[in-house]
């Protein structure tokens, strides 16, 4: 069994900074990319970050300069810091990841966290 656990969320002031980390744990080969999305209420889930196992990375353009990407692979495990934080990044932030889950096939699959609520409010 495959699990996401996402951590960090939380109430900041604008202009704070939060840390968000998700693990991955399981039966597992490999994890191909990681990324952060969000959703806020009465909007879809958008793309946060993403970043390649090799460590390329692709950032929406709502928090470029601003958040940051960056994983572990020994530990599994993918970052998000979000500094200069805005009332328009709250939202629900949620944990992506592609899996490779045996050797025995090259199939990727997508797994998703459970989520963390980030809320920017004076």
């Known amino acids: 069994q495959v699990q996401l656990v996402e951590s960090g969320g939380g109430l900041v002031q604008p202009g704070g900074s939060l840390r968000l980390s998700c693990v991955v744990s399981?039966?597992?080969?490999?994890?191909?990319?990681m990324g952060w999305y969000r959703q806020a209420p009465g909007n879809q889930r958008e793309l946060v970050a993403a970043i390649t196992r090799g460590g390329s990375t692709n950032y929406a353009d709502s928090v470029k300069g601003r958040f940051t990407i960056s994983r572990d692979n020994a530990k599994n495990t993918v970052y998000l810091q979000m500094n200069s934080l805005k009332a328009e990044d709250t939202a629900v932030y949620y944990c992506?990841?592609?899996?490779?889950?045996?050797?025995?096939?090259?199939?990727?699959?997508?797994?998703w966290g459970q989520g963390t609520q980030v809320t920017v409010s004076s």
């Open positions: 399981g039966s597992i080969f490999s994890i191909n990319t």
């Open positions: 992506n990841a592609v899996i490779r889950l045996t050797e025995m096939t090259a199939d990727h699959y997508a797994y």
